[in-house]
């Protein structure tokens, strides 16, 4: 199937749905809006990778395997470990497709919110100290910089992998808001 515009039909009403982008591109949010309208289950899938410490939950791709065998649920889509099965799983991906500079501004903001009022994020995590944008090349600023190109070849692979699955492409906050606000409406 070939990426949809949001305003193309849907070739069904999905209650499997994905939401793909850049660290920092919106995708819990979107997730959890698409959640509340739909009346579905949501579940933050970092919160089901990360442990206490940052480590890895040995659990995490059973805990996804459970979740995703559900009937209906929203999900973001990022991980390699459970990205083919959540893909196999789903009747919609939407790609969060915002330009760099966009999802920049919004990590950005993001993560000096989370670091400077002492956000717990899951399992106990919170943001490291902003000073270790300098030394950590993994720091999520720094990620969603470097991965930011690399999206569009993850979704590529997905069409590839699986052509029915509908993509929807939302290039800006405008689309997404109206995308989920009425195309989304059960």
């Known amino acids: 199937m070939p990426l949809l515009s949001p305003d193309d039909p849907l070739p069904y009403n999905p209650s499997r749905i994905l ?10 949010t979107t997730a959890r809006r698409i959640a509340e309208v739909l009346d579905v289950p949501y579940v933050e899938i970092d ?5 206490p410490d940052w480590a890895p939950r040995p659990t995490f791709v059973q805990d996804v ?15 390699r470990d459970v990205r083919d099965h959540l893909a196999d799983r789903a009747d ?6 915002l330009p760099r500079r966009r999802v920049m501004r919004q990590v950005i903001a993001r993560t000096v919110r989370r670091a400077t009022r ?9 943001e490291p100290p902003l000073r270790s944008f300098f030394t950590d090349p993994d720091h999520i600023i720094r990620w969603a ?7 569009e070849q993850t979704i590529a692979a997905a069409a590839a992998r699986r ?24």
């Not at 395997?65 to 991980?79: I, K, L, N, S, T």
């Open 65 to 79: 395997h459970r979740f995703a065998a559900g009937p209906a649920w929203v999900m973001e889509w990022q991980y």
């Open 163 to 186: 052509p029915a699955l509908p993509i929807v492409r939302l290039r800006n906050r405008r689309e997404i808001a109206h995308f989920v606000t009425t195309r989304l409406r059960t």
């Open 47 to 51: 919160s089901l990778q990360h442990g």
């Open 145 to 151: 910089w470097k991965t930011h190109a690399r999206t």
């Open 19 to 28: 939401v793909a982008g850049t660290s920092g591109s919106g995708k819990s």
């Open 118 to 126: 002492g956000e717990e994020l899951w399992n106990g995590n919170r």
């Open 92 to 97: 919609l991906l939407l790609w969060l497709d």
